[in-house]
């Protein structure tokens, strides 16, 4: 279900990891159904797509108008970097909003970027010269676990296929290893697929990781539940888990356990650099 909506919240936060700040949504919601998503503990179906998309646009003009010069840190070296996406997957719902004027904003302005988390293969998007100004975070995981995680979702191998060909269009193009699940093998998994990155992926200099591990819902967990999920078994393992109380919003969530997480990191960096050392990773927690 889509709905149409004026978004009344144009509050610009600060974000540090994926970007620089989070945008006020364009659109709310997510028409995929993945299994361990942030958006549905908060909207478990639909999609609410922003009318004012001017005003949104004026936020963030006002918002990078009151920032000085940028120094260089790890979201980008030149411009003030602006998350569009943080509450649904822009690039499946493209065609609700109205793309083109969002993209050419971030283009023409002289100090802020937009950057984008998808699953979504949209080749509609290579239709417009981003001209670096607009940067698109690829989400990669195993094939295995995208296919009971992720359903209907872009193939992973066609994910990492067009890579180069969205630089070819002008776009900043980084992966986004989101998120991380801990399973039997799960690093020969990772050494599968980083594995088809040094294949496929041409422009080795210019695309870098941000790494996220896993953390889980209660109210996802029992949703997953309640509807017979059984991959529930990968997200949900209290012995590998600790709860965190979440600041934001005071759900319960989970997350791997600080010492055995410190173990994981340490074997995905290890593994990440011995196959694909020219990957840079921004940031991984």
């Known amino acids: 279900m889509i709905k149409k909506v004026k978004r009344k919240s144009l509050k610009i936060r600060y974000s540090g990891r994926s970007s620089d700040f989070i945008a006020p949504s364009f659109g709310f919601g997510c028409l995929y159904k993945c299994k361990y998503c942030t958006m549905r503990r908060h909207l478990k179906s639909g999609l609410s797509v922003a009318t004012n998309t001017d005003?949104?646009?004026y936020s963030i003009k006002y918002h990078c108008s009151k920032q000085g010069e940028?120094?260089?840190n790890q979201t980008h070296s030149k411009f003030w970097t602006y998350d569009i996406s943080c509450s649904e997957d822009f690039a499946l719902h493209l065609k609700h909003h109205d793309w083109e004027k969002i993209f050419k904003f971030f283009v023409d302005h002289p100090k802020a970027m937009?950057?984008?988390?998808?699953k979504r293969v949209n080749p509609d998007?290579?239709?417009f010269d981003a001209q670096g100004?607009?940067?698109v975070r690829f989400s990669l995981m195993p094939q295995?676990?995208?296919d009971i995680m992720e359903p209907n979702t872009s193939k992973i191998i066609d994910r990492i296929k067009a890579i180069d060909a969205f630089i070819d269009a002008g776009y900043d193009v980084h992966v986004n290893f989101s998120p991380v699940i801990v399973y039997k093998n799960w690093l020969e998994d990772y050494k599968e697929l980083f594995q088809m990155l040094n294949d496929y992926v041409d422009y080795k200099d210019v695309v870098k990781a941000e790494v996220i591990f896993l953390t889980h819902n209660e109210s996802m967990h029992k949703h997953n539940v309640s509807v017979g999920f059984e991959g529930e078994r990968f997200l949900w393992v209290p012995n590998l888990q600790e709860e965190k109380v979440s600041m934001l919003n005071n759900q319960t969530n989970i997350r791997y356990k600080h010492q055995k997480k410190s173990r994981f990191i340490d074997q995905f960096k290890q593994l990440h650099s011995s196959v694909i050392p020219w990957n840079t990773i921004r940031y991984i927690f």
């Open 55 to 57: 005003d949104i646009l």
């Open 114 to 118: 937009a950057t984008l988390a998808t």
């Open 125 to 127: 998007m290579c239709k």
């Open 144 to 146: 295995s676990m995208a």
């Open 70 to 72: 940028k120094s260089p």
């Open 133 to 135: 100004k607009v940067r």
